[in-house]
């Protein structure tokens, strides 16, 4: 009985790893919007919508909200005293219709020593916050995430992220969708402080995050390239729409679905620039990330010029620059497909995934193409988040973690090997 039982689940095994899968799970019903206010405990000085993310190699920008004007300046250090460094940085602010936001406060402190917890206070305020570095070397732990909204879907799912700690999140847009109301970003900056406090957090932008009224307004990123200023600068970009940072090994690159990507653009150039300096020799790992999935075989979403053009103009590069893995968002469910060039299988091509569904309010999209691409792996109709776990220069472990009622669920976990590694796809 013993043996049958364990043919049976190598069977099973096989069977999942063989054949495209898709699993059923049937979520409960939407759960409703929420806001997040301000705490009881803050007044019009307090900071609030704390976040940190990576500038440079060994630095961190500090980003935050007031009511009132307060100094855009930080003292930090390696103990909760945190008074051993002092840095200044800028205030600025926004205003899009009727709406004029409170100052937003940047300043980059550095440089950090690697995997190390800082403490910092804001302006004039006591209250400590803390963040830890990310490593300078393997392993490293992204958490990996798209369509967050604020929901308490999404609350659940920040719960699943923080439980097992992670380095560094990466969140491929859509982010408060805030939709043009400049509240819910707010909103959005006071539910993820907790975590967004204690972890960069990298991003890029989605369709949700554009102000845009027909007739009335051409499409702008007003909101989010005040509140979320991303290292652009630093990796040449003019644009806070699409950048490029290292951390521990792995080059990541950001891109601009709603963004100008075509030849003649300024994203396509930056691109070409930005992948001809990538040393795989320092930076093994090759990791793309943008809103508008190439590779979708979810019924909905299909044919979108984000995705369609983006992927006609700019595949080409990618694969030749031996990407290994490109993680978008947009579609509320997950799907993961092999390695892929132009439609087919390629075992030089990247890995694509899609992860658009990490609690947002739009509830999630149940229909797939029947039957599905043989080159489409894994789908799962659920919110959730994924984990790239890179353990060393060859090898990382993907997972995919459903919210199972309020449960974290693992149902798909793989080893990706880096194609720096991979002899066969080099020198082509
Ligand atoms: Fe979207």
């Known amino acids: 009985m013993r043996v049958r039982g364990i043919i049976s689940l190598l069977f099973l095994i096989s069977v999942l790893l063989e054949f495209n899968v898709v699993y059923s799970y049937t979520r409960p019903p939407p759960r409703k919007n929420i806001f997040t206010p301000l705490s009881d405990d803050d007044d019009a000085s307090s900071p609030q919508q704390v976040r940190v993310s990576q500038v440079g190699k060994d630095r961190m920008r500090i980003s935050w909200f007031t009511i009132y004007p307060t100094p855009a300046t930080v003292q930090y250090g390696l103990t909760p005293s945190a008074n051993s460094f002092n840095a200044t940085g ?42 830890k570095t990310p490593p300078s070397h393997f ?8 369509d967050l909204g604020q929901t308490e879907y999404t609350k659940t799912t920040l719960q699943h992220i923080s439980d097992p700690g992670y380095d560094m999140l990466l969140l491929a847009g859509d982010l408060s969708y805030a939709d043009t109301i400049q509240e819910q970003w707010e909103s959005f900056g006071r539910l993820i402080e907790p975590l967004a406090s204690q972890r960069p957090w990298m991003v890029t932008t989605g369709d949700h995050d554009i102000e845009k009224i027909t007739f009335f307004h051409r499409r702008s990123f007003t909101a989010y390239n005040t509140r979320w200023l991303m290292p652009f600068n630093e990796s040449g970009s003019n644009s806070n729409q699409y950048y490029s940072f290292e951390v521990a ?9 709603y963004t100008d990507f075509d030849s003649n653009s300024n994203q396509y150039k930056w691109l070409q620039g930005d992948l001809n300096k990538v040393d795989r020799k320092n930076t093994p790992w090759l990791v793309v990330m943008f809103h508008a999935p190439w590779y979708n075989s979810n019924t909905l979403h299909q044919g979108e010029y984000a995705s369609v053009e983006m992927k006609a103009i700019l595949e080409d590069m990618l694969y030749k620059a031996r990407v290994d893995i490109v993680i978008s968002a947009h579609i509320h469910a997950y799907e993961r497909f092999t390695r892929v060039y132009k439609e087919k299988a390629n075992k030089c091509g990247p890995v694509y995934i899609t992860i658009g569904d990490g ?54 976990s793989l080893w990706l090997t880096s194609l720096s590694s991979d002899s066969a796809c080099n020198g082509n």
Request: glycine share 8%; aromatic share 16%.
């Open 90 to 131: 800028v205030i600025d602010s926004y205003h899009y219709m009727f709406y004029y936001s409170g100052p937003v406060h940047n300043v980059i402190v550095g440089p950090l020593k690697p995997n190390t917890v800082y403490y910092y206070r804001m302006g004039d305020c006591t209250k400590v916050y803390n963040f």
């Open 139 to 146: 392993p490293i732990k992204f958490a990996v995430v798209g």
């Open 249 to 257: 090994g792995v080059h990541i690159i950001m891109l601009g679905s």
């Open 359 to 412: 609690g947002n309010r739009d509830d999630f999209n149940p229909y797939f193409m029947d039957p599905p691409p043989d080159i489409s792996f894994f789908r799962e109709r659920s919110f959730g988040h994924g984990t790239l776990e890179v353990t060393n220069a060859t090898h990382a472990l993907w997972t995919w973690i459903r919210n199972h009622d309020d449960k974290p669920v693992t149902t798909e």
